[in-house]
Every structure is written in C-alpha cells, then in structure tokens.
C-alpha cells in the first residue's frame, strides 16, 4: 500500500497579458493608460467605445467627399487642415497621449510612436486623408483587441465573481451576516437554497445538493452527505445547508485555482519569449531603414523629391509595426487557458500548453486516476491466533495518520478510531506501508513489500489475490490481510481510446499488486501496464521513455508520485476536489477528477499551438510582402492600414476562436 500525498511548489508571480511590440513588461499593466481603454471599453457599451472611431469617421467621409466627388470653393487651405485636424483628434490624441507616456518611460519605440511618426508625417506632406485613416484604423483595431482581451478574461472573471463577499454565521441560533474574509476557522454557515459557498467546509446537514460549475466545470449537480468536504464556489442546491468552516478565506480551493489561473500567464511559451525578443530589435531597426528610405536615395537618384520618399517611409513604417503578432501570440495562449478552466483543466502557464501539444507518451497512476480511489473493504483474513477485533482497532488506528484512500476505507468498515489506544514512533515508508509501536509492540500495516522489508514471514501468495492486499503484522508475526477494491472510472476506456486517436502511447504504472494492475489494464486495453512498483522503479521507467528522446506526461497525485512529476515533460495532477496541494504541485490541474480531461488537455494544446502559428505565418507573410512593395513606391497608405492592422485583427479573430471550440 502506497501511502500519498503532496509535495508543493510554489507559483506565485504576477502577471498581466500582453498588446505591445517593444516593451519589457506587458504593455497592460495598471498604470501604462492603455489597459485602462480595454477595460473601460469592456465595461461600457459598444457605441461608447466606439464613439470616438465614429465621430473621425463621419468627418473623414465628409472631408473624402468634399475633396473628391462634391467640391467646395470654401473647403480649402486652412480650412481643409484644420477639417481633418478635428477628424485626427478623437483617435489620434489617446495615442499620441501614450506615446509620450511611453517615451518619458524610456520605451521610444512603442508602437504608439510609429503610429504618431506616420500620420503626423502624412500630415506634412499634404496626405490628410490618409493620416486620418491610419490612426482611425489603427484605433478601430485596439478597440477590437480590447473586446478580444475582455473576452478571454471572461471565464476568469466568471471564477473571480464565484467568492461571495458576505456569509450567513450562526451564533447562539442568531444569524448574522459578516464579512466571508472575517469568517474564523470553526465557525458555522447557514446557506440558503440557491446561494453561494463563501469558505471551504464540513457539510454538517445530512445531505445537499451542490453545484460545482464553478471548480470542476460541470453543472451537474453534486450531492454531498454529513462529514462531506464542500467548497467555496459551490452553488446550495433547494434546501437549507449548514456549513463548518475549516479553511481560511485567503486558502481556499478556489483561491487557489483563482490565483494559478491568474498567474498562468507568467510562464511563457517559447513563441512568446521569441515575439518579445525579436520585437524588441526589430522595432528599432525598421524606424531606421525606413529614416534610411527617407534620406539615402538624395546620394543616388537623380530627381530626388524629399516628400515623395518621406511618403515611401511612412509606408514602409506603418506596415512594420508588428502588433499584430505581439498581440494576438500572447491572446491566443491566454485564450487556450481560458478555454481549459472553462473545461476544469487548469494550466500553470502558456508553456505547459505548447509543451502538452507535443506529448508523445502518457505514463499514469491506477489509483484515483484510472479507477475512482473510493476503496470498499471486501474481505478480513485474520489468522486465528490472533482476536480478529483488536487487531482490527489497532488497524484503524495506525491508518487514522494517513490520508491515503486505502485508510479512508479501513476506517469506513471499521468505525470510530479508538482514543485509548497509543502509537509511538509511527513510521509512514514510501511506497511500503506504516509501522509504529503499541505498548511496545510493533505493528505494521502495509503491502506485502512491507512484510519482506523487515523479514517477516506470511504464508500468502500475494499473487493470487486479485484485489488489492493490505498485509498485516503484529509482535512482528504474520496476522492477517484485508482485501480492498476499487471501480474503473466510467469515462477510463474512452480516455484510453482518445489517447492511443492522438497518436499517444499510454503507460500505467502503480505500486499496487501486478496482477490487479493487470487486471485494470487489460479491461481498459493498455498495453504497458506494471505493478509493485517503488517511486524509484516509477523513475526509473519514465527515464526509459526519455531515453528514447520521446516526451512523457505523467499523471498521478501523491508524495510517491513527486520525482516522477518532475521529471516529466508535464506534470498532471487530478486535483479533483479533496486534495489541497494538488493544485499547487503539477504543471497541469483537471478539477474534476476525469481522466477524458487528459486528452482535452492535449487536444486544446494542439489547437492553441495551430493558432498561433497560423498567426505568426498570416503576420510574416502579408507584411514582408506589402514592406516590400512599401520600399519601392507600389504600396500606398491604405495597403500598410491593411498589413498593419488589418492583419492584427484577423490574427486577433483567429487567437479568440478557441473560445468557442468544443473540445
């Protein structure tokens, strides 16, 4: 018996998405103004987030009308600059705003700045229209990515609204409301039907209904019994639930899923890390070679004319601007997060995504990831010899120190631990069992490895057992054994089946007995399955698999399990929702429990990682031919609006597109 639990690594960064080309932190942060737009726009309606797009609009039409098809001896000189001056203002004073922000942060060459350089430029040269049409455009593609970044929030936000701020306590059967974060350990919620769990808790009411929508990502409804864990988040079914509370606000499940989604976007996926970098010195160069297209051709063409290549530049500037791939890179990660909390799969950072979309094999546990970890006792084999219901108190009482499923079951058959009894120098031993001593005698309670591990002697086959085997010794004499089963998760074959669809080896691993291992395995059509393993053999055949050059997922959920996570390409965790650690332990979270949610998992890496590059090749492509173009005089402004940002809004219309994938 393999006794488990959890090692924590701690992710706690912040971290906000990222619009900008040239900055070292995301260009969305609390105080750089831009992030301020997005989330005004986001909160207020469309037409007011699109008013000043429209005012410039309606005056550019009039002024293209005025110039072209109705012409006006009045609509000239001064007249017409300052017409378009008043259309420039609504879009182009924010960015121009931004752009000395930027500038006295010591960021020059933002995107703000090339936009401000092109249309002012457009401006001196007489190309008023143009001018106005660029920042318009321009603006009209923030707006949209605006709208693109709120909805990729969104499924944050959802969680983020899951934490009342008020409860219900009952005191002295008086009900007061206070305050969720003030609520202290102990202290008893009333929860009326349809409200809300603010605080992690004990169901001290016989039995409720709960939706757990907001931690697992199912609507179904979850019963829960007296002495049942429930959590905040969790929806009170159509009856009056009374809940102890047994976690501070602060520490929470749901806090925690909260603060790992919200972090996630601090681990970036080597696209990302790329974009960053190379915007950082492309940005600077292009401003260059395009001051260069300015002022070099006066050494060699003949007919040089200054405002016909000032205008060469211009173009050449505005269709460098690579905001549509530092825009949409970072959108289509953070969407593909989005999209896996929504499903309950949780991952610690956009890294993880892209490095899941390349796992070629998936090395897991048996218990509590393949089959339910809900143990019943089945069988008691107690020798003779030995008074069957002491040795079973003693039993009970040695596993009331564990966690492990196997205990919980023991003790389901057994019942209240007896207090009169006292263990001394209780031992747990990694993938083995406990040990302690009572009134100076030893017990050990554990697989039959245990038995071998301090030469006891026991004349069973373990190997004839089909379930799993809980061996028992006492004054370091063979005493007995339990059997305990375990069911195979409803959705395990499926998983299997959609692994082996993606092209994915699968592996099963558990130190239980080889032949219930087998057992499981065979039912569920898995090739590679072994048993009686120690964490160390764990390692041992995961380092097969990497010397093979092929990537490996592994997904467990214990203490054993720990070396073997970390040393895999991704770590999994099936948190579900009664393991505390697991949420801070592996690279990848599933709420609920389903092993179907590994190959959602993969899949969703998959397609985030397609659109990403589907991205990076639109944005490379359109802009180095249209740059080229803009070099030689064939591209005129509204070719580089289009290369510029028509293409971030494509590339934005792209990265948002996995929100709505069905999985």
């Known amino acids: 018996m393999i006794h488990q639990d959890k090692e924590i690594k701690n992710t706690k960064t912040k971290a906000k998405p990222s619009c900008c080309c040239s900055h070292d932190e995301p260009v969305h942060s609390d105080n750089d103004g831009h992030d301020h737009d997005h989330e005004h726009g986001a909160e207020g309606s469309l037409f007011k987030m699109f008013l000043p797009s429209i005012i410039s609009f ?18 000239t000189g001064y007249v017409r600059i300052g017409w378009y001056v008043i259309a420039y203002i609504p879009v182009g004073l924010p960015v121009l705003k931004e752009a000395y922000e930027s500038i006295v942060k010591g960021d020059v060459f933002s995107e703000f700045f090339l936009m401000c350089i092109a249309t002012i430029g457009a401006f001196a040269i007489g190309e008023y229209p143009e001018g106005v049409a660029v920042m318009l455009f321009y603006t009209i593609g923030e707006t949209f990515q605006g709208m693109a970044v709120s909805k990729a929030k969104s499924n944050i936000k959802s969680l983020l609204d899951q934490r009342p701020d008020e409860v219900n306590i009952i005191e002295n059967n008086i009900v007061t409301k206070v305050k969720a974060k003030d609520v202290q350990i102990g202290a008893i919620i009333q929860l009326k ?16 209904s709960f939706n757990t929508a907001a931690l697992t990502g199912e609507s179904k409804p979850d019963t829960k019994k007296k002495g049942d864990t429930v959590l905040a988040g969790m929806i009170n079914g159509n009856t009056i639930a009374q ?8 520490n929470s499940k749901l806090s925690k899923i909260l603060e790992l989604v919200q972090n996630a976007t601090t681990k970036k996926a080597p696209a990302e890390l790329f974009i960053r970098k190379f915007a950082k010195i492309y940005t600077p160069i292009v401003v260059y070679l395009a001051i260069g297209i300015c002022l070099l051709p006066m050494l060699f063409v003949d007919n040089y004319v200054f405002s016909d290549w000032l205008y060469r530049a211009l173009v050449f500037l505005v269709i460098s601007c690579p905001c549509a791939l530092v825009i949409s890179i970072p959108l289509g990660y953070f969407g593909g997060i989005g999209a896996a909390s929504k499903n309950g799969i949780l991952f610690k950072g956009s890294n993880f995504l892209d490095s899941i979309s390349t796992i070629q094999n998936v090395v897991m546990d048996k218990t509590g990831t393949m089959t339910e970890g809900v143990f019943k006792v089945q069988e008691v084999i107690i020798k003779p ?35 009169s009894i006292e263990l001394n120098n209780v031992e747990e031993i990694s993938g083995h069992g ?34 799993t085997t809980i061996a028992i010794a006492y004054e370091r004499k063979f005493a007995g054994y339990l059997t305990i089963a ?29 032949n219930v291992v087998q057992f499981v395995a065979d039912k569920l059509k898995i090739l590679n399955a072994f048993g009686d393993l120690l964490p160390e053999d764990k390692v041992n055949k995961v380092n097969e698999i990497k010397a093979k050059n092929e990537t490996v997922a592994f997904v467990g959920d ?39 949610k590994i190959a959602m998992a993969i899949n969703i890496g998959k397609q985030t990682k397609k659109i990403v590059w589907q991205n990076i090749t639109l944005a490379f492509v359109v802009k180095a031919f249209v740059l080229i173009l803009g070099a030689g005089g064939l591209a005129t402004m509204w070719e580089a609006v289009f290369a510029d940002v028509g293409v971030a809004l494509l590339a934005i219309l792209n990265a948002v597109r996995i929100q709505r994938m069905k999985f």
Do not use: R
């Open 558 to 596: 214990g203490v054993n399990d720990a070396p073997v996570i970390a040393l895999s390409t991704v770590g999994i965790a099936m948190g579900g929702l009664g393991s505390d650690a697991a949420i801070e332990t592996a690279d990848v979270v599933i709420q609920d429990d389903k092993p179907s």
């Open 385 to 419: 010899e030995f008074n069957k219901e002491e040795i079973l108190k003693l039993v009970n009482a040695l596993e009331g120190k564990s966690t492990h499923p196997v205990a919980t079951a023991i003790h389901n058959h057994v019942g209240t631990i007896d207090s």
């Open 486 to 514: 375990d069911e195979i998760k409803a959705d395990a074959q499926e998983t299997v089946s959609k692994l082996k669809s993606l092209g994915v080896k699968v592996t099963m691993l558990s130190g239980d007995k080889t």
């Open 58 to 75: 309606i005056l550019l039409l009039i002024g293209i009308g005025l110039d072209n098809y109705f012409p006006q001896d009045w609509f």
């Open 193 to 208: 039907a349809g409200e809300k769990l603010g605080l992690d808790g004990e169901l001290l009411s016989d039995s409720a």
């Open 434 to 467: 406990l040990k302690a001593e009572i009134n100076g005698k030893e017990l050990h309670v554990g697989n039959f490895k245990l038995l071998d591990k301090f030469n006891i002697s026991y004349d069973v086959d373990p190997s004839s057992v089909v379930y």
């Open 243 to 250: 809940v102890k509370v047994t976690t501070a606000y602060n």
